[in-house]
């Protein structure tokens, strides 16, 4: 068995005209040596090789690597024909992916309640802590639209009652420390980062920010004129309108899984409303914590133990998910945005994580359109082939149990383009559907990328144990991360035949253009009636 700690990773990469993009990748076991001061050599570099194909026939190969966490990389320049080359990838396509056994992670639960997943690492002298607890934007009451928002920033950076939030950044700069305070969709998320000696100090901090924050009127005026400032911004970017309103158009502009907050809203926020909300924030058993870093797990326990004892404990609160009523948006949709470049999105409701054909449905969304890989139709077809995109991919996200999260195909592409690019889409997604051009040496190779992909999303112990905190929070046992790897390897061609024929519709995707409308009007009207979304309006009822 091999840890991430010592494999290599080799990834063959080719030129497509456009830009270089992997082949494929083997992982080869690399036995590290201890660290030696005096000299560097090959034995003492946790390695990537990578293998260009250029052009013009030619081949170049770079040795890159981390050593004890410092970068560093030498190029080493390799000619060989392109004939050997190709033997190269012939012989690395035949490779699988390697056994992975992650290192050993104490799962404790402390007296309070709260679980916690730690890795001792002592490679470094640094620590890294992270807490999620139960919040999120789909929570607000819809009469205070961004609260969440607004907490999180005020957590962050209106003081405690025991030290003002001048007091508590001079600190923090002064110990080369970083705490962040976030809040997603459905979880709230604060993290620490310090060094190894100054981790009690760094955790005290921390839990007196959320425990006692002081909400600081002079900061929460701050912080409001940047969420403001923000509202004003959001229509700069197509990407971020096309995410934003693709939202709204599947789940409806006032569903919590959609709605975003007005200038009106975040106004009409007080410091009350900040009270009342963090008083059903942090029961400690209803948290979960995650480190690693250079320390010992006991000697965490009881720190993490004595901080939380000296504030009053909370009782948990229910916290459910509010439902989605499906709104029916078939058809195409143009933002109107004077813009050289087109954002396109293709898509429809998709399911939840607790679907059994999560995994079947995960490596369908890969053979169809992966972000991570270059032989997806998408890229072979709207790339590659046509030359339209330089970005094309789909995603399957997931949603809580028995809420649908959302499938859709993404491509951006110039004004004149974009016609083509729709219909290419749309194509790839029928195709995908009908299921008789899905062979089963794509959903195989498929798969083998997923699997050796999966070793490197956790080669780092703190994204190890992070990974593992939230498979529990989000309902999934610890050990999800061998469940996850063993339920892409069971999937079979039939089954991404059967869940692209039961769960994509063609004929109900909704189409979302976000472009210039004096360009793209007439090409588009010629698949179908065009529906304008309204930026001005964004935020009317339905």
């Avoid at 390697?98 to 490679?123: I, Q, S």
């Avoid at 112990?461 to 999934?476: A, C, E, K, N, S």
């Amino acid at each position: 068995m091999w840890t991430y700690k010592n494999l290599l990773r080799l990834r063959l990469c080719g030129y497509d005209g456009v830009g270089f993009h992997e082949k494929c990748s083997l992982y080869l076991p690399v036995q590290l040596r201890a660290f030696c001061s005096a000299s560097l050599s090959r034995s003492q570099i946790h390695n990537l090789v990578t293998i260009f194909i250029c052009p013009h026939g030619l081949m170049r190969r770079g040795l890159c690597g981390m050593l004890l966490g410092i970068a560093c990389t030498i190029t080493v320049p390799v000619w060989a024909a392109v004939g050997d080359a190709q033997k190269i990838l012939q012989e690395l396509t035949a490779q699988h992916a390697p056994d992975y056994t992650p290192p050993h992670v104490v799962d404790v639960k402390l007296a309070n309640g709260m679980r916690c997943f730690l890795l001792e690492d002592p490679l470094l002298p640094v620590f890294r802590f992270r807490l999620y607890f139960p919040a999120g934007d789909i929570y607000d009451p819809p009469d205070k639209i961004g609260l969440s928002e607004f907490m999180e920033r005020a957590l962050q950076t209106g003081g405690t009652t025991k030290h003002d939030a001048e007091w508590i950044d001079q600190f923090l700069d002064q110990h080369a420390m970083k705490v962040n305070v976030d809040v997603e969709w459905e979880y709230g998320d604060a993290h620490l980062q310090s060094l190894s000696a100054s981790a009690r100090e760094g955790l005290e901090i921390l839990f007196e920010m959320l425990y006692a924050p002081a909400f600081e009127s002079s900061r929460l005026t701050i912080i409001k004129n940047k969420m403001l400032e923000g509202i004003r911004r959001r229509n700069d970017s197509p990407e971020v309108i096309s995410d934003r309103v693709f939202r709204k158009i599947l789940y409806g502009r006032k569903n919590p899984w959609a709605e975003t907050p007005t200038a009106h809203d975040i106004q009409q926020l007080t410091r009350e409303d900040l009270q009342a909300l963090h008083a059903s924030l942090f029961a400690p058993s209803q948290m979960l914590c995650a480190a690693a870093g250079n320390f010992h797990a006991s000697a965490l326990v009881k720190s993490l133990e004595e901080i939380m004892a000296a504030y009053p404990e909370r009782q948990p609160v229910a916290w459910t998910p509010p439902p989605v009523t499906p709104v029916a948006a078939p058809g195409i949709w143009l933002v109107p945005k004077a813009v050289p470049q087109s954002v396109v999105s293709v898509g429809q409701l998709g399911t939840s994580r607790d679907n059994p054909d999560k995994f079947a449905l995960s490596v369908m969304n890969d053979v169809l359109g992966s972000p991570a890989t270059f032989t997806s139709w998408l890229v072979q077809n709207i790339r590659t082939a046509h030359g339209l995109a330089y970005e094309a991919w789909s995603t399957m996200q997931f949603g809580p149990p028995h809420i649908p999260g959302l499938f859709y195909a993404h491509a951006k592409t110039r004004a004149d383009a974009t016609a083509r690019t729709v219909e290419l889409l749309h194509q790839n997604i029928r195709a995908m559907q009908a299921g008789d051009k899905v062979t089963p040496a794509e959903v195989n190779d498929m798969k083998e990328a997923m699997l050796k992909r999966f070793i490197f999303q956790y080669e780092d112990p703190f994204d190890l144990v992070t990974m593992m905190m939230r498979f529990v929070y989000f309902g999934f046992p610890a050990n999800y991360l061998q469940i996850y790897h063993d339920g892409i390897a069971t999937v079979t061609h039939a089954d991404v035949v059967r869940v692209a024929k039961q769960y994509l519709q063609p004929d109900q995707m909704t189409t979302l253009v976000v472009g210039d409308p004096k360009i793209l009007r007439e090409p588009l009207a010629a698949s179908g009636p065009i529906t304008e979304f309204d930026l001005g309006k964004e935020d009317a009822n339905p």
